[in-house]
């Protein structure tokens, strides 16, 4: 069964970082890119990019660049995604997934003075 499975809910404040893990199980960890996705109500759905554990090559949605770097590969699993310089704006729900089909149970993350 493959699984992944996420670090738990963070607060922080604003200028801060969060870094999030997801920890995968059930298939071979370089097999499938992992995506990160992240909802606010506010603003719907957001992709925020993808790395290919294979060999750590990434993609980056534009909103996300120079401030998000994932990590993810065989030696350094699990995945990793980091976000800098959080605003109000950055507080969601956090999603890892493997190949868009296999879904982590989500992290908030709060940015709160």
């Known amino acids: 069964e493959v699984q992944l499975v996420q670090s738990g809910d963070e607060l922080r404040t604003p200028g801060a970082s969060v870094k999030i893990s997801c920890e995968t199980s059930?298939?071979?960890?370089?097999?499938?890119?992992i995506d990160w996705v992240r909802h606010d109500p506010g603003q719907g759905l957001e992709w925020m990019g993808q790395?290919?554990?294979?060999?750590?090559?990434?993609k980056y949605a534009q909103k996300f660049q120079g401030r998000v770097t994932f990590t993810a590969d065989a030696s350094t699993r699990p995945a990793y995604v980091h976000l800098d310089s959080l605003s109000a704006q950055d507080g969601a729900v956090y999603y890892c997934?493997?190949?868009?089909?296999?879904w982590g149970q989500g992290t908030q993350v709060t940015v709160s003075a």
């Open positions: 997934a493997g190949k868009l089909q296999y």
């Open positions: 059930g298939y071979t960890f370089t097999d499938y890119y």
């Open positions: 790395i290919d554990p294979e060999d750590g090559s990434t």
